[in-house]
């Protein structure tokens, strides 16, 4: 019993020792755009519909190209594991290598291709203009963004994650200011509304991506970066063979962000501000994901490290120190949402209506933090073991099944935009239920421990 809970106690220390950072920088990172949020609501109300429109398309593109960094990540940290120095300077030396392709690809089709996306969407041709406008002055990011992601791995995987924190408060900082003076023309600068939204976090990526890069080639810590000499002769098929578990991590995110978009187009067809609701409600559970996801990201990484060292305990007890983490941030949600609602939501917008009536998405989507951190710390665990295809399947079954429940409780229930939370709430659920299952199993039974 003493050496378990002295197993327990190293677990819970090396997760936070890599995850605290993480958090940080991406409670940050959210604050700023709940800032963003709370100045474009205040400015318009239609500019909070906007952001329902517009954040979650640009997300998962930005998710794609983050998942296949997901695959170096698990093969990298699979390396460290298990001492191979050759192996970790092949895949980390690629990943720097061949970063930039999709990115560029995909900065091409939102500053030129927008307006057909946003059609396809059904957004009302009243919010299209703004949409547009939005994903072209953002758009630039992507120029950066395979970088940030390749060294986000680096920075990870060499357990060595201060910088990101730091990363994220000088471009968060940055971006909050840029937008307090493009959005409302403060300082003698014209009043852009939702561009100066967007400009103001071109703006802010691009210093703090000066200051990372600085990071990455002076910090004396960064174990799995790779030499000069492996980055340049770094070949393709390096890249491409941890793309392949990236890419179902990609495929993933993008069926859970093509069901994200199918559940706004059902939103937008019950009206105008339905969309701005779920992105009000959404954007506060951000909050307490962020957290979670955080969590899951430093489960990957010791949990690949496990599998490395064919270490059982270490990839249990990782995941179990994880997940009751996630049951402590999912609690204090629950308690926010019950204690102090109309405070939280009043925030984002000065709609009484809209105030008076959206308490009880806040407290369905905190119950549901349950099913999702489940989802985020097992299947972070599961994607470690080198099986990035199971979470892809299940969020194939997913996918079909949110949509599927959102046009029932909508359209023949009637429920209206509860019916669209009752959806996701049930969705989570069943797939924690089965992601669980398969955790078992992996830990039980899986070669992958030696057996």
């Known amino acids: ?33 709940l800032i963003d949020r709370i100045f474009l609501g205040q400015a318009n109300t239609l500019y909070m519909a906007v952001l329902g429109n517009t954040m979650s398309p640009l997300w998962t593109t930005m ?71 939005y994903t072209r002055y953002s758009s630039p990011v992507f120029l950066v963004l395979g970088m940030g992601c390749s060294w986000t791995v680096i920075f990870q995987t060499s357990n060595h994650t201060k910088h990101l924190a730091i990363w994220s408060v000088l471009r968060s900082c940055m971006n909050i200011f840029l937008d307090w003076v ?43 970066r790779p030499s000069m000499s492996a980055v340049k002769g770094a070949k393709l098929k390096s890249y491409l063979h941890s793309a392949r578990l990236g890419i179902n991590t990609a495929l993933e995110d993008f069926c859970w962000n093509f069901g994200n978009l199918a559940i706004i187009r059902i939103l937008n067809s019950i009206n105008e501000l339905a ?26 990484t010791l949990a690949s490290e496990a599998v490395g060292q064919s270490d059982r305990k270490q990839f249990k007890g990782v995941c179990a120190a994880a997940y009751a983490l996630s049951l402590a941030v999912t609690l204090a949600m629950i308690l926010a949402s ?69 046009c029932f409780f909508v359209y023949t229930l009637e429920l209206g935009i509860v019916g669209v939370f009752l959806a996701v709430i049930v969705d989570e659920a069943v797939r924690a239920a089965i992601n669980f299952g398969k955790f078992v199993r992996i830990y039980k039974k899986s070669p992958v421990f030696g057996d």
């Open 1 to 33: 019993m003493k050496e378990k809970i002295q197993n327990y106690r190293t677990y819970f220390a090396r997760l936070l020792a890599l995850a605290v950072p993480l958090i940080l920088s991406n409670i940050i990172n959210q604050v700023q755009m």
């Open 63 to 133: 998710s794609v190209c983050f998942s296949i960094a997901t695959g170096a990540s698990i093969l990298i940290s699979q390396s460290v594991g298990a001492k191979n120095d050759a192996k970790k300077e092949e895949y980390s030396g690629a990943l720097l290598k061949y970063c930039h392709i999709l990115p560029f690809a995909l900065f091409l089709l939102w500053f030129f291709g927008s307006k057909p996306i946003f059609r396809l969407m059904g957004v009302s041709e009243n919010l299209i203009g703004m949409c547009a406008d």
């Open 182 to 224: 493009l959005i409302f023309g403060n300082l003698g600068f014209p009043s852009m509304g939702i561009k100066g939204a967007a400009l103001g976090t071109t703006i802010a990526e691009y210093l703090g991506g000066m200051y990372l890069m600085f990071a990455y080639f002076r910090s004396g810590k960064l174990n799995t």
């Open 275 to 300: 969309a701005g609701i779920y992105s009000i409600i959404f954007g506060v559970e951000v909050l307490a994901v962020v957290i979670i996801g955080a969590l899951g990201n430093g489960t990957l």
């Open 338 to 406: 019950i204690l102090c609602p109309r405070w939280i939501i009043s925030v984002f917008t000065k709609d009484r209506g809209i105030i008076a009536t959206s308490g009880i998405y806040l407290l369905l989507i905190s119950v549901n933090l349950i099913s999702k951190s489940a989802n985020i710390v097992i299947g972070s665990a599961i994607r470690g073991s080198g099986d990035t295809r199971w979470m892809f399947f299940t969020q194939i079954f997913g996918t079909v099944f949110v949509i599927a429940s959102a």
